[in-house]
């Protein structure tokens, strides 16, 4: 077997930060900087150094593998696309400020990807010409671009950053729910031999009609999504998804918004005088706005206005009554309210799926103030509008009735079934079966292959730092020569063993650097095993500590190959 490398720290690029960058706010970006993984170059762009390249590529070796199995076929396609495909399926609009959009020399417009269904189908359109060559399942690994409004917390959201993409082509409905199961499994290997911590949610709610798509969400504090699980039963959704659990809920209770005859501009005194009841009363089937806003909204049978609570809030504003023709052709008076952390606990106003004037839901959490009738663009982008949270804890499970949980979660790959939007917009058919052009019907796959490298380091790290799962990690074990030369001499001979026994070794042979220097820098970097080349190597007897337990044993290096290889 050819012996695997052996890479000395002394000639590594990697200055390790004992204190976390100012800009920093989540763990994984903070670990991955002072671990010398990767740089900053601007907001969202990130140099990839060499621990972090290594990382990189286990997750994107995994990948192809499990794609490759699937009988997936690698391609590469340009980042670089000129802009005619996208304004041809609409999203060179549509996504307005995510794209980053150029010129070339002559002044014609170019973007560069962000995502790649436009190109696939063209590519197969020109490839693909009979039923005979289908299905076909292609998938890249490239850099993919998108201006996010937010490139917050390192590498998980980047403004350039890498992504497998995949797309299926098939001639029937069967065919795409066979692609996309078989998506599906290699998503679970995949996930399952990253280490990742992950959940399979609904991405969309089955009565906004949309075609079959599911998201996989690995669980962390930093995540940007929120998702329900049901503690009880498997049900578990992302918020979006989950619409149809407050409609189900409320359903019943809703009845038409009852406009009141008040005076034009009441006070929280005045409306409850006016309304007959006590400045504190408890109010359904009622709406207010406040300084041209809606803060408060009732309905009958369910959710209610405190007044009194209200007024505290509120006063001295001045109140007045929303009528239902506030909410006539305003799909954009979403459901929400802008609290610390964003845009979160939202509920709606008004749903675009429902007639207006006849079903109007709140309930939102009115401790923290902030009530906005936030407008979709304006105040949030179309994107974090799909993450809109439309159920509260405890709200019951569409499957089994019991108090659903929300959690935090991030995004780390999405599969979907598209159907023949695509195949429409570009003409993609092949000749049938009985000779007659058949349409054909796609899904598209996404794994965010350098997201996920952030999402392990936060379901993985400690205190001492990262603390990769064996198959991602930058290497099986990290040889420590805590002491001189003899140490140095012992360490880097234990290291070369471990090299030819198949194991990928770092050795840490620097000189003029203490034992505790090299203990934590090894703790920070976060191979899995350290074995330390120390107080007794003159005898033979070298340290292995597992990085995760902390566990230590002493052993001879013969013992050490033979336990890690
Ligand atoms: P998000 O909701 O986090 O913005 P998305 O739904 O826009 O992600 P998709 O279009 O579904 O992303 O892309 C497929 C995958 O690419 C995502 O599941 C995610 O893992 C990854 N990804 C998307 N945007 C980014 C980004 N800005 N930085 C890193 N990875 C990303
Ligand atoms: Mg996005
Ligand atoms: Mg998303
Ligand atoms: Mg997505």
């Not at 286990?58 to 499990?66: D, F, G, T």
Request: some cysteine; proline content about 5%.
């Amino acid at each position: 077997m050819a012996a695997a490398q052996v890479q000395r720290m002394s000639r590594l690029m990697v200055k390790t930060l004992r204190d976390d960058p100012a800009d920093a706010e989540t763990l994984s970006h903070k670990l991955l900087v002072r671990a010398g993984y990767v740089r900053r170059n601007a907001a969202g762009i990130w140099t990839w150094l060499p621990l972090g390249k290594k990382v990189l590529d286990n997750i994107s070796n995994i990948v192809r593998e499990e794609m490759d199995a699937i009988g997936a076929q690698e391609v590469l396609l340009p980042a670089l696309l000129p802009k005619e495909a996208y304004e041809a399926s609409g999203r060179w609009e549509e996504y307005g400020d995510l794209l980053f959009r150029l010129k070339d020399r002559k002044g014609a417009d170019y973007l560069l990807g962000p995502t790649h269904e436009e190109i696939f189908t063209q590519t197969v359109k020109d490839q693909c010409t009979s039923y005979k060559d289908l299905p076909v399942m292609l998938y890249q690994i490239q850099t993919k671009y998108r201006d996010e409004a937010r490139p917050r917390s390192g590498v998980l959201r980047g403004r350039e950053f890498q992504m497998k993409d995949s797309y299926s082509f098939d001639t029937t409905d069967e065919g795409l729910a066979e692609s996309y199961a078989l998506h599906r499994e290699a998503y679970r290997k995949i996930f399952a031999r990253l280490g990742l911590d992950y959940r399979i949610v609904s991405a969309v709610s089955g009565a906004m009609g949309g075609s079959a798509s599911e998201e996989f969400l690995a669980p962390a504090a930093a995540g940007e999504d929120t998702f329900v699980d049901c503690p009880a039963c498997e049900y578990a959704a992302n918020t979006e998804a989950v619409t149809f659990v407050a409609e189900a809920v409320d359903a019943s209770g809703v009845g038409p918004v009852e406009e009141l005859d008040t005076p034009d501009t009441p006070t929280i005194e005045s409306l409850a005088a006016h309304l007959g009841v006590p400045a504190s009363a408890t109010l359904k089937n009622l709406l207010v706005k406040v300084d041209g806003e809606i803060v408060a909204v009732g309905v009958p049978g369910d959710r209610e206005v405190d007044l009194g609570k209200l007024g505290e809030h509120l006063a001295p504003a001045v109140v007045e009554l929303v009528t239902a023709e506030d909410f006539v052709g305003r799909p954009d008076l979403v459901r929400g309210y802008v609290g610390p952390q964003g845009l979160e606990k939202v509920r709606y106003i008004a749903d675009p799926r429902v007639a207006p004037g006849t079903a109007w839901v709140t309930g939102a959490n009115r401790s923290d103030t902030h009530a906005r009738n936030v407008v979709c663009g304006r105040d949030f982008s179309v994107d974090d509008y799909l993450d809109v949270v439309v159920v509260e804890e405890g709200d019951p499970c569409p499957a089994c009735g019991a108090g659903l949980r929300l959690d935090r979660a991030i995004e780390i790959g999405h599969i979907f079934q598209l159907g023949r939007k695509y195949a429409d917009t570009f003409q993609l058919d092949v000749l049938g079966q009985q000779g007659k052009p058949v349409r054909v019907t796609m899904g598209s796959y996404g794994i965010g292959i350098s997201r996920a490298v952030a999402a392990l380091a936060e379901q993985t790290a400690d205190a001492a730092g990262l603390c990769w799962p064996a198959e991602v990690a930058p290497a099986d074990v990290h040889v420590v020569a805590a002491g001189k030369a003899l140490q140095t001499e012992v360490a880097l001979d234990a290291a070369s063993q471990l090299a030819a026994a198949g194991l990928r070794v770092l050795v840490d042979d620097r000189a003029g650097v203490s034992p505790g220097v090299k203990f934590t820098d090894a703790e920070l970097l976060g191979v899995p095993k350290i074995l330390v080349a120390g107080r007794r190597a003159g005898e033979g007897v070298l340290e292995l500590k597992d990085r995760r337990t902390g566990e230590r044993e002493e052993l001879s290096v013969g013992e050490a190959v033979a336990r890690l290889r």
